[in-house]
């Protein structure tokens, strides 16, 4: 792993622990002193340019990642594709946009004036990805977007970073299975993603994830502050699709339940 790509996901987990601060007590309760390794890191935006899907995984290609598998989300109205390296060690990429010309002129008309603020040659820098916001909203232009998007209006309070990490419990040295995990995080006080079930997917289509749901923080909009939820931990267990070979997608309709725990009515 390159300095530049090791450096670069130490100030993506940096940013990430400020608004989840559970995930270190996530690291304490599951790896008793043993390093956690992450399965995937997720990042959300808007389908609108210079912030379109594809502009945010060009740094992920610039660090060696290659496109896989394409994924649509119809009722959330979003689309979504992962990215994977050669290094094993380093984590899968899943990012999500939203289509935002599918909702009303409303919506649109607010996320075009919040994209409208970003400079282009920020969006061109690898740490624009842990950067958060790049303008100000009112908590009732939030709440507006909430009504219609729990997803725009978690974008529109908490800007560009990463939304989870996963850990990987195909690498933890004391559990086996994920519901094995899943208890201990409940008997730590942890409150799991409970939408479709607490374990999503199964053997049978290669992978099982579940979710903490998502910490709350306090965030300062141009009026007020509000404690609103910020980002989650994931936990995903992969299966082999062939001998010595675990399957390394995703299965979207697991995932549509996942993007549930940043819910602010979850």
């Given amino acids: 792993m390159s300095q530049h790509v090791e ?30 390794i992450n399965d995937h890191v997720a990042f959300r935006t808007f389908n ?13 290609e610039a660090m060696g990642y290659e496109a896989k598998q394409d994924y649509h989300f119809e009722a959330k109205k979003l689309v979504a594709k992962h990215y994977e390296h050669s290094d094993p060690r380093l984590p899968k990429i899943f990012i999500s946009e939203l289509l935002v010309e599918q909702f009303s002129p409303q919506l649109q008309r607010m996320v075009q004036q919040l994209v409208a603020q970003i400079d282009p040659a920020a969006v061109q820098q690898a740490k624009f990805l842990y950067s958060g916001t ?11 977007l909430l009504a219609e998007s ?3 209006a978690w974008v529109a309070a908490f800007g560009f970073r990463a939304n989870h990490f996963t850990v990987n419990v195909n690498e933890l040295t004391d559990f086996d299975s994920l519901q094995q995990v899943n208890e201990t995080l ?45 980002c989650f ?13 675990l399957y390394t997608g995703f299965v979207a309709a697991s995932a549509d339940k996942i993007f549930e725990s940043t819910n602010v009515r979850g």
């Fill in 134 to 144: 790049h303008w100000q909203i009112s908590s009732q232009d939030y709440e507006q």
């Fill in 186 to 230: 409940k008997q730590s006080g942890f409150r799991l993603n409970a939408v479709g079930g607490e374990i999503k997917g199964s053997a049978e289509v290669f992978l099982e994830q579940s979710s903490t749901m998502a910490d709350h923080m306090p965030v300062r909009f141009s009026d007020m502050e509000k404690v609103i939820p910020s």
């Fill in 7 to 36: 450096e670069f996901f130490s100030q993506l987990w940096n940013d990430y622990i400020q608004l989840t601060p559970s995930a270190a007590k996530v690291h304490e309760v599951l790896g008793k002193g043993h390093v956690i």
């Fill in 48 to 60: 609108l340019a210079p912030v379109r899907l594809q502009h945010l995984a060009a740094h992920f």
């Fill in 233 to 245: 931990y994931e936990f995903a267990k992969r299966y082999e699709i062939a001998p010595n070979q």
């Fill in 150 to 152: 729990e997803y725009a």
